[in-house]
């Protein structure tokens, strides 16, 4: 999705934590608004906020267990899907 992250988020394991993860996604979303080059339309916005407890609470729960599988491709293109419609 080539969301601009900072370098040290980008480089530091440490840094990756959920706040900066989501973080990076709106502040990517308001440059590209403030550019006017945002590809998504107005509504496609406010799906990414109402599917981001979504998210946040699978990535959470993953880290809770420990568990070391990624996110299922079809997951992600479930919620993006969803986004999309």
Do not use: Y
Not at 58 to 67: D, K, M
């Amino acid at each position: 999705m080539r969301i601009p992250v900072p370098i040290d988020f980008a480089l530091d394991d440490n840094t990756k934590q959920l706040k900066n993860c989501t973080d990076a996604i709106d502040a990517a979303v308001k440059l590209h608004q403030a550019a006017e080059s945002l590809v998504i339309d107005p509504a496609q916005v406010k799906s990414i906020e109402t599917h981001m407890a979504s998210i946040v609470g699978n990535f959470v729960s993953r880290e809770a267990t420990g568990s070391t599988a990624a996110f299922s491709a079809a997951s992600l293109l479930g919620v993006l899907k969803s986004i999309d419609d």
